[in-house]
């Protein structure tokens, strides 16, 4: 996760001070001199400085300007926000790791679904309800996958297979893209063969 400039600023700073570069009782260049060196409006600077004085690390005068106060309290300002900065990354990443579980869950269930259909399909139906059907050039299923079309909910069919190319895939996953003249073997009982076949032939 980005550090807000400010924040940066009053670090590198900090940093500066703790390795010496800045001494306890120095005086620290003006805010529009800060602001220049680091491309930044006076307005960052302000507020960068603002944090250090909150923790003790510099002293802040309207008139004689910003001094550094104390070196210990500039390593316990780094170590505040190093810590800080490694919380907000842990959170972020606990994040992005529930948005990939919840897909991964999605994708499990999809499989099951899938494992489901095939299991119940092969238990229930006997050979007669075998269908063999090339898929016709002009299907709108081409290039489509088993699962966009969601050809179970939408056929009461369950492929067993797909031959192509003399290749043979056997109870194709939810990735599966159909092709052209692909030859489906289905699991479909009578009852539904028409609307199997209507579904092959209509638009998704």
Request: glycine letters at 4%; a neutral charge; proline letters at 2%.
């Amino acid at each position: 996760m980005t550090l807000p400039r400010y924040v940066t600023i009053a670090m590198d700073l900090a940093e500066r001070i703790y390795q010496g570069e800045l001494l306890e009782g120095e005086k620290v260049y003006g805010r529009s001199t800060l602001a220049a060196s680091y491309r930044v409006s006076p307005e960052t600077v302000r507020r960068a400085v603002r944090l250090l004085s909150e923790m003790d690390v510099v002293n802040v005068s309207d008139k004689s300007g910003i001094y550094i106060r104390s070196r210990q309290q500039a390593y316990v300002f780094l170590q505040h926000y190093n810590t800080r900065q490694n919380f907000e990354e842990i959170r972020a990443k606990i994040a992005h790791l529930q948005t990939a579980k919840m897909q991964i869950e999605r994708e499990l269930n999809d499989y099951l679904d899938m494992y489901m259909e095939y299991a119940m399909g092969l238990e229930r139906h006997h050979k007669k309800d075998h269908v063999q059907i090339i898929i016709d050039a002009t299907s709108p299923i081409i290039n489509q996958t088993v699962a966009s079309t969601q050809f179970w909910r939408h056929t009461n069919g369950t492929i067993l297979s797909v031959k192509r190319d003399g290749m043979e895939y056997i109870s194709p996953g939810p990735d599966f893209t159909f092709q052209a003249n692909d030859e489906l073997t289905i699991v479909c009982a009578t009852q539904y063969r028409e609307r199997l076949e209507k579904f092959l032939e209509q638009s998704l």
